[in-house]
Each structure stands twice: as C-alpha cells, then as structure tokens.
Nanobody
C-alpha cells in the first residue's frame, strides 16, 4: 500500500511562514511528479504547486512568489515552503504523487491524509 506521510501544518499569523513535508517510498518518489493541493471548506480541491522528477515546477497564480515546492531526493521527500501567508491560504493541504504537472489525473494517483493550515490572527 502506497503511503504519503505529511507533516508541518498548523496555526500561523498572517505574514508568517510554514513548511510542509511529504515523505514516501523511493520507487513512488523517483517515478512520479509530486504535488501539493488544498481544499478549503465549501470549495473544490485545487492544485497549489507541483514538481516533476526532473525538477520542473508549476504554481497556482495565487501562490506564485510566496510558495516554493522542492524535492530532497536523498530523503524521498517533497516540501512546500509557504511564506507571506494570508488568511485565504487556510485549507487542508494534501500531498499527491502521480498527477501531472498541471494536475491531470494519471494511472498513478496517490494521496496523503492531509494537514490543516490555518492563517489567522
């Protein structure tokens, strides 16, 4: 069974920073693009950022310049560094392995359990 283990969510004030982590097995990590998605209450899940196995990245317009996605191949882990957080970034953040850089579903489509990010004063 494929596991994606997320960590790093929490409560932060507007303007603050958080770093999310997602670890998985080596075979899943090496052979798939990795992405972060989020879902706010009453809204659909949306792509936040994605990165291919070769390091090509894609970001939602709403997070460009504030969020950075990167991979640590030695640790089979993908990170999402979130800076200048805003209240509208509040959501459950999910890690994905297998979807395309633009978020299209492919043969492999694995999800983490989700981690809550709350931006509030």
């Amino acid at each position: 069974q494929v596991q994606l283990v997320e960590s790093g969510g929490g409560l932060v004030q507007p303007g603050g920073s958080l770093r999310l982590s997602c670890a998985t097995s080596g075979s899943i990590f090496r052979n798939n693009a990795m992405g972060w998605y989020r879902q706010a209450p009453g809204k659909q899940r949306e792509l936040v950022a994605a990165i291919t196995s070769g390091g090509i990245t894609n970001y939602a317009e709403s997070v460009k310049g504030r969020f950075t996605i990167f991979r640590d191949n030695a640790k089979n882990t993908v990170y999402l560094q979130m800076n200048s957080l805003k209240p509208e970034d509040t959501a459950v953040y999910y890690c994905n392995a297998g979807r395309s850089l633009l978020g299209s579903k492919r043969t492999s489509d694995y999800w983490g359990q989700g981690t809550q990010v709350t931006v509030s004063s």
